[in-house]
């Protein structure tokens, strides 16, 4: 059980290295642009320093020290927050900087720097720059502000963070100071007010007394009567309660002046940072390289599980009902017209060695060569069915390589044949297949019948019943009839041809031929009764073999 999941792990690995193989390029390009992103960062992110202080905030009044002043209130972290990180705290802070530069004094709370900072004018984007160098947030679950200050060098950091810390308390300060001084001038105005109003009630009551000594007592029966002691008796009793919001004024004012303010205080004052903040430098471009490299390897493996294409021939085309019946290296070359390939020669022979020998055993003479890459795209069908009669006439059987593609005739051009007459005369009837056969010069027993000029109904042609009698005719007087015909993704002209010919041969290339196209091909040409003996893969042996990591 324990080698069975190791060779299971193993052969895993091997997948994923083939993976990496076949995407090396997009992998490479991926590690070498984060790579430069990295080298970038270098560039562009210049050394700063950070230093913070804290401040533990108080409300501004206690309830304790004025408990009839509506001036008391909790710490709102968030208005706090934005208090400290406002514009008006930063000029207050520049201009505390300033007032002790300029008096050489390091104590920011000293009067002489109290003094001298607040006639010092702070320009508004001089205070934006230093905002933006500030980030002010609370400690979790507490009244403790904590202001840091990034700065280009280490003190400047330092010095910019105490100074938000006491530019915060000043502000807090003052905002208090102006509170009280607010509440005091309403109490006192309203003290004048009751002592204006008394000085009145007094006058009016005197003003009664005199006119009741002069008049006598009143009668009471008397309507016409013009002062009645009741006045008189609301006039007093109004003068008390005058002089009693007098009194409560006055405890209020009491008060107010008792008051001791207390907005906070810096419990740890800023540091000096020895360092600058964030990554070392080397970690940019190291980053960038691993970034990229994750990048890379993710594009890869989704890239390989999308694709749709034959991938590992060696295992996939026997599990399709497809065998391999040899390898085709160097696609494009054509032994016998276009000089000696030995890679090319010893793949064909190969093939066509076992081929023939299923062929002879089944009493076959015609075989169907097809691709499945649409011929727009690939020579790779055409090039094949060429080397496999050339494989063959080089073993001495007669061969004959008939050029049916009517539609995209090229393959012809590579033989240097004259292609003023070929098989569209012939199943016309404008000539015979001895007349248009053409001996290839290189090689005695191969015969090319190349398209032909007569290309204006390709399917009528083929579909022609001339076309099996030329066929049948081909048998008498060769040993081997190689049809090459037009790839299945591109035309049916291969099912037409099929039932004509005694088996079929599918050329795939790897990570070009889709799946899906492989096995409609070979369910159609099923379909019409032929049998597929298997497929050329259009790729060396050893080329497969590395790119799948398998021993050669």
Known sequence: MTTQKHQEAVVGLDDSVTVLRRYWKPLAMSASAGFVLGLLSLVTTSDSY??????????????????????????NTTTEQAIASSQRVAERALALLGAAEELAIDDLDAPQVQALA??????????????DQVEVTFERDSLVLKIEASGADAARAQALAQAVAHGYLDFRSDAATVATEE??????????QLLDELDASAAEIERLERVLADDGPVDP???????????????ELAEVSKRQNLAGIGDRLANIDAITINV??????????????????????????????????????????SDATVRDPLSELPEMGSPILGFGPGTNHIA????????????????????????????????????????????????????????????GRRTLLVLSDLRNPRIHQRFRLDNSKGLAEVINGKASLKEVSHQV?????????????DLSSPTRLLQSSNMGRLLDNARSGFDLVVVEAPTLTDYADA????????????????????RSDLASAMRELNAVGINVSGTIVAESISTIQRKISIPA
Do not use: W
């Open 50 to 75: 950070t230093s913070d202080s804290l401040v533990e905030v108080r409300p501004l009044i206690s309830q304790s020290d004025a408990p009839n002043l509506d001036v008391s209130r909790q710490v």
């Open 118 to 131: 607040s006639t010092i004018e702070i320009d508004g984007e001089t205070a934006r720059q230093a905002q």
């Open 183 to 192: 509440a005091r001038q309403r109490l006192l105005q309203r003290e004048q």
């Open 221 to 235: 029966n008397n309507p016409s009567a013009s002062v009645r002691p009741a006045e008189l008796r609301i006039l």
């Open 264 to 305: 906070g205080e810096i419990l740890d004052d800023a540091n000096l940072p020895s360092s600058p903040s964030g990554i070392p430098a080397p970690v940019g471009p190291v980053a960038g390289l691993l970034l990229g490299l994750g990048v890379g390897v993710g594009v890869a493996f989704v890239r390989d599980r």
């Open 336 to 395: 016998v017209t276009e000089g000696s390939a030995p890679d090319v020669d010893e793949a064909y022979r190969r093939t066509q060695a076992g081929l023939l020998f299923k062929m002879d055993r089944n009493d076959q003479q015609i075989v169907l060569v097809t691709g499945t890459v649409g011929a727009m795209d690939s020579d790779s069908a055409a090039v094949a069915a060429a080397n496999l009669a050339v494989a063959a006439a080089r073993v």
């Open 441 to 453: 010069p290189q090689l005695s027993t191969l015969y090319v019948l190349p398209p032909g000029d």
């Open 495 to 514: 099912v037409v041809l099929g039932p004509l010919c005694d088996t079929a041969i599918l050329v795939v290339e790897p990570h070009r031929t889709r």
